[in-house]
């Protein structure tokens, strides 16, 4: 019998669309000699569905068609129940409308990508590929992630954080924070966004107020960065495990002004919105190889560091004027998978997926392995609230 992959993808995230792109190209990629594809579709509302239909994007223009011909499902938050449940149960026949055997998250940005739906699939105990809960709430986090990569040695930029409410109560300390240590200009971010929402430059104080106004509508804690002026943008894939992992060749993305946009990222010039790998880049990146073989360095280290799994892309910056390279973030479900970055290594879309597969499947059987819980009933052994404080310890 064949594998059954649920393609989960949507979500409830600024990067709805992005990952809609993304789930098409790779459901499109897997081998369906050897296995059969559930798209499961996450609305902006939260609401998830399935159905053939969902795997050509053409049928997006029309969201409202496209989801009268698919079946709104869900999951119980049982451990070993992998089904997909009808949400209206049909008066004959059976309310399942699949049974899965693994999960392939393409979930960017919020409520995918940051841990959330991993916590609800570790919940389940489905097997999935991809970064666990807590590596990807490490890398989606920005402050969180820079404060792992610095503690470990590896090169990031200075940087001040805060929350929203601090903005409101201690502003003017902020401020003089951020121009005493970093100075200008600066880089303002949402500390939980990807694709280039919410990311500004500030010259002057002014823009610093407004570029912080704009942030926090998107995430209630920020990061403003030193700004990297002479700035190249490189970026490396990496796919394994922290323990056994491969990197790619390296791209450079091409900017159209001074900072990498959204537009830039996935429009690419093209009027079919192909996704990450529709934009312009030069690949390989033209670098000595002496600064290639540090940035293939430095992204395998933030994959280990950061303890991911599956497939993730680093991007990185380099100071074209000292040429000193700085780690700027990780994302652990890249756009379009980064499939490009591996043709060149001999690896198609097709065989990344099925090594996305063999990993997730390797995961699931070393976490069986492990010991989550005592066969021991403390309650049959006469413990409980009473005896709790000050009990001697039970031997098992």
């Known amino acids: 019998m064949k594998t059954t992959i649920g393609v989960f993808?949507?979500?409830?995230?600024?990067?709805?669309?992005?990952?809609?792109?993304?789930?098409?190209?790779?459901?499109?990629?897997?081998?369906?000699?050897?296995?059969?594809?559930?798209?499961?579709?996450?609305?902006?509302?939260?609401?998830?569905?399935?159905?053939?239909?969902?795997?050509?994007?053409?049928?997006?223009?029309n969201l409202n068609a496209l989801l009268a011909q698919c079946t709104e499902v869900y999951m119980r938050p049982i451990f070993g129940d992998y089904k997909l449940y009808k949400n209206r149960k049909p008066l004959f026949g059976s309310d399942v409308a699949a049974t899965l055997d693994l999960a392939i998250p393409v979930l960017h940005g919020s409520n995918g990508e940051d841990g959330i739906f991993e916590g609800v699939l570790e919940t389940i105990g489905l097997p999935y590929a991809g970064c666990n809960t807590l590596a990807s709430a490490n890398g989606m986090d920005k402050i969180t992630m820079k404060m792992i990569l610095a503690a470990d040695g590896l090169p990031v930029v200075d940087y001040v954080w805060f929350t929203d409410k601090q903005w409101f109560s201690r502003r003017d300390e902020l401020i003089e924070k951020i121009e005493s240590k970093l100075g200008y200009p600066v880089i303002v971010k949402p500390a939980n966004l990807g694709s280039s929402v919410g990311i500004g430059r500030a010259e002057n104080r002014e823009q610093l107020l407004e570029r912080v106004d704009d942030a926090r509508r998107y995430s209630t804690r920020v990061i403003v960065e030193d700004m990297v002026e002479n700035l190249q943008e490189i970026n490396c894939a990496v796919l394994g495990d922290c323990d056994d992992y491969i990197t790619s060749v390296l791209e450079e993305p091409i900017k159209s002004g001074e900072i990498l946009s959204y537009q830039d990222k996935y429009m690419g010039g093209s009027k079919d919105n192909r996704?990450?790998?529709?934009?312009?880049?030069?690949?390989?990146?033209?670098?000595?190889?002496?600064?290639?073989?540090?940035?293939?360095?430095?992204?395998?280290?933030t994959f280990r560091v950061l303890s991911c799994h599956g497939v993730s892309r680093v991007d990185m910056m380099i100071d074209a004027k000292t040429r000193d390279i700085y780690v700027n973030e990780i994302n652990t479900i890249p756009g379009s998978l980064s499939f490009y970055l591996w043709k060149p290594v001999g690896i198609d879309f097709t065989e990344l997926m099925e090594r996305l597969v063999k990993l997730a499947l390797k995961r699931k059987r070393e976490q069986s392995a492990k010991t989550v819980s005592y066969d021991a009933n403390i309650f049959a052994m006469g413990g409980g609230v009473k005896g709790a404080k000050g009990a001697k310890c039970a031997k098992y």
Not at 33 to 41: A, F, L, R, T
Not at 287 to 299: F, K, N, V
């Open 9 to 61: 993808f949507g979500g409830r995230s600024t990067e709805h669309e992005i990952s809609v792109i993304s789930a098409n190209q790779a459901m499109a990629a897997i081998d369906r000699d050897k296995y059969d594809v559930v798209p499961v579709y996450i609305t902006k509302q939260g609401k998830w569905y399935t159905g053939e239909v969902l795997t050509d994007v053409k049928n997006y223009r």
């Open 275 to 301: 996704g990450m790998h529709a934009a312009a880049k030069r690949i390989p990146a033209d670098l000595p190889a002496d600064e290639t073989e540090r940035i293939r360095t430095l992204a395998g280290e």
